[in-house]
C-alpha cells in the first residue's frame, strides 16, 4: 500500500468520485434509484461506490473525500456514510462530467478559497472494478507526483488485454519519467479493427477516466479551453457563498451537456498519462460480468436462486431469490436477468443495445 500522500509528499490530496450516472444497460437490476454504482458488483458483495472509496483510502483522509452525485441519490449515498455529508454533491441538473467537475471545484473553492495551488484534484468513476489494488495505487501515486510539480493535466491510461471496442482510447508519445507519457490524441470507441490496430501498436491505451490535476493547472487550461466552465465555476462559488440556492441552481442548468473529455482533454496541449497495468473493468454492460464472476464448467454465470439444464454460455442474474426461481432448458448464450417485477431475456451479442429495449419499456407508460 502506499502511504497517504497528504502525510507523506506534503501533498494536498482532493479525491472527487463521480457518481451521477444510471448505468442504463444494466436495466433492470439498474434504475435512477437504485443506479450501477449502488450495485453489489465491487468486491466481497460492496456495492461499486463502496468499492472506490475504500480504494482511495490509503490515499486521503476521509474529510478530503467529494462526490458529485444527483439529488435523487444523495440520500442514498449519505445513508453510507462514505464522506462528510456536505461533500456529497447534489447536481441540479445532469450536465456530464464537465458539469459534475465544474460543481465539484466550486464547491472546493467555496470551503478552501480561491488559493488553489497547494491542492491536486484526482478524479475517480464511482463504477468500476479494479485489482489489484496496490498496482491501482502505485499508478496513482506516478501521477499525482508528476502533476504536483507539473503543469499538465493527468489521465490513467490502461494497457489493453483485448480488442474492446466499448472504450475510449488513448495515443502516446515518448516516456516522460518513470510510466508517466506525452498524450498526442484522444480516439473515440473504435470499430473492431480498429481496436484491432491500437492494440497490436503498442502505444494505445484505454481511456478509464480517471483524472489528476493540480488545481491551479485545471483552472489555467479550463479557462482557455471551455470558457463558459470556467467561469461557471467562480459564479457557482459566489452563489454557494451566498448560499443562494435559486441562483446555483440557474448558474448550473445554463451549462452545456459535455464530458470532460470533449471540454477540456481533447482541447489541451499539455496531458500526460500514467501508463496502468492493472485489472480495470467499467462494467458498462450485462456482459462484463464474465469478467468478475467465475463460470460454471457450462460456461454460465449464475447469481441467485436458479437452476440450469443443458444451458451454456449463458448469464442469469436473479435479483428477487425469495419469490422467484429462474428454471432454463436448452438455451445457449444469453442474458436473463430478473428485478423487481422484470425480467430480461436477450441475446448475449444485443447487450450493447439494451437502452432502445429500455426507451419502450419508458414509453408504456
Known amino acids: 500500500m502506499c502511504a497517504n500522500l497528504n502525510s507523506k509528499f506534503g501533498i494536498q490530496l482532493l479525491a472527487v468520485i463521480m457518481a451521477g450516472g444510471i448505468g442504463e444497460r444494466f436495466w433492470p437490476l439498474s ?10 458488483f465491487g468486491v466481497d458483495g460492496k456495492t461499486l461506490i463502496e468499492d472506490a472509496v475504500d480504494r482511495i483510502r490509503p490515499l486521503t483522509a476521509t474529510e478530503n473525500i467529494w462526490i458529485a452525485t444527483s439529488e435523487t441519490l444523495k440520500p442514498l449515498l449519505n445513508k453510507l456514510n462514505l464522506c462528510p455529508e456536505n461533500q456529497v ?4 441538473s445532469r450536465r456530464n462530467t464537465a458539469g459534475a467537475l465544474t460543481f465539484a471545484t466550486s464547491h472546493i473553492l467555496a470551503k478552501y478559497g480561491n488559493d488553489a495551488s497547494n491542492y491536486v484534484m484526482a478524479v475517480f468513476t464511482a463504477d468500476h472494478r479494479i485489482s489489484p489494488v496496490d498496482k491501482f495505487l502505485e499508478a496513482v501515486k506516478k501521477i499525482v507526483e508528476f502533476v504536483s510539480n507539473n503543469p499538465s493535466l493527468g489521465v490513467m491510461g490502461i494497457v489493453p488485454t483485448r480488442p474492446e ?27 473492431f479493427e480498429k481496436a484491432k490496430e491500437y492494440v497490436k501498436k503498442g502505444n494505445y491505451f ?12 485545471f483552472l489555467n487550461e479550463l479557462k482557455l479551453a471551455s470558457p463558459v ?5 467562480f459564479k457557482l462559488k459566489e452563489a454557494l457563498m451566498e448560499n443562494n440556492q435559486d441562483k446555483i441552481k440557474e448558474i448550473f442548468n445554463s451549462l452545456p451537456d459535455i464530458s470532460i473529455d470533449y471540454a477540456l482533454m481533447e482541447r489541451s496541449p499539455n496531458i500526460v498519462m500514467v501508463k496502468a497495468e492493472f485489472f480495470w473493468d467499467d462494467l458498462g454492460s450485462w456482459t462484463s460480468l464474465e469478467r468478475i464472476f ?15 439444464e443443458q444451458t451454456s454460455n449463458t448469464i442469469i442474474y436473479n435479483a428477487e431469490n425469495e419469490r422467484i426461481t429462474v428454471a432454463t432448458l436448452g438455451v445457449n448464450n444469453l442474458v436473463i436477468a430478473v428485478a423487481g417485477n422484470t425480467v430480461l431475456v436477450m441475446d448475449k451479442e444485443k447487450a450493447q443495445n439494451i437502452k432502445t429495449l429500455l426507451s419502450k419499456y419508458k414509453n408504456m407508460g
Open 294 to 308: 467465475p463460470a460454471d464448467k457450462n460456461g454460465n454465470i449464475l447469481q441467485g436462486n436458479c437452476i440450469t
Open 89 to 92: 454533491l447534489a447536481e441540479p
Open 229 to 233: 466552465h470556467y467561469e461557471t465555476i
Open 165 to 191: 471496442t466499448g472504450y475510449g482510447y488513448i495515443e502516446s508519445a515518448e516516456e516522460i519519467e518513470n510510466g508517466i507519457k506525452k498524450v498526442t490524441k484522444f480516439h473515440e470507441k473504435p470499430t
Open 31 to 40: 434504475t435512477p434509484d437504485r443506479p450501477k454504482q449502488l450495485l453489489p
Open 206 to 217: 484505454w481511456n478509464s477516466g480517471m483524472f489528476f490535476w493540480k488545481l491551479e493547472t
